[in-house]
């Protein structure tokens, strides 16, 4: 039975959301990068009809089949995000005219850590850096190069260091994520 909401619908309204800010560009960018994950472990006609009435069966699938690559905190964050990201696609879907986003509002300008005995204003250089788990940054944003589209996100390594990867493939495989883990642990000298 077609419930007429497609992974690709999904996607392309979190696409729209963070472009014409109803949402933060790195919220909606998170909650993509969670749904492309979970929804992975649907076949091709799952994947046309999401079956939004039981997705805590293909959140569980997903924690099962994936359980090895992520710890739990990121297995339930992930369960998270997609719980939220179909909610908010729900109420759009349901009245578009009114659809607004609950975001936290932060002043960082007002925020200090203390490092080294001093502080300094959090996200200047010498702040202290939240540490992330990798599949769960964040600051994601679209990114466009000539013909290939990607994401584009930021790990912090450690404080001070932040890493900024780009062009990621939307549609970023296990091998071919693994060849770049690969490539990255090359970088490190032994």
């Given at each position: ?41 649907l076949d091709d006609a ?100 000539g013909s290939v589209t ?41």
């Amino acid at each position: 039975m077609q419930n007429g909401h497609s992974l690709e619908d999904l996607l392309d309204f979190l696409s729209h959301a963070g472009e014409r800010g109803l949402m933060p560009t790195a919220t909606a960018q998170a909650l993509a990068v969670a749904t492309r994950n979970v929804f992975s472990v649907l076949d091709d006609a799952e994947r046309s009809s999401l079956p939004f009435d039981d997705l805590e069966a293909v959140i569980r699938r997903f924690n099962n089949k994936r359980a090895r690559d992520f710890n739990p905190a990121s297995l339930k964050e992930y369960g998270r995000r997609v719980r939220r990201a179909v909610e908010m696609y729900q109420q759009w879907k349901s009245d578009p005219a009114n659809f607004t986003v609950k975001t936290r509002s932060t002043n960082t300008s007002k925020k200090k850590e203390k490092v080294n005995g001093r502080t300094a204003p959090a996200g200047q250089p010498g702040a202290i850096q939240d540490s992330v788990e990798p599949a769960l940054a964040t600051n994601a944003a679209p990114v466009t190069a000539g013909s290939v589209t990607g994401y584009q996100t930021a790990f912090p390594v450690r404080a001070g260091h932040v890493v900024v990867v780009a062009n990621i493939p939307f549609d970023l495989s296990q091998s071919e994520a693994e060849r770049l883990a690969q490539f990255i642990r090359l970088l490190a000298p032994v």
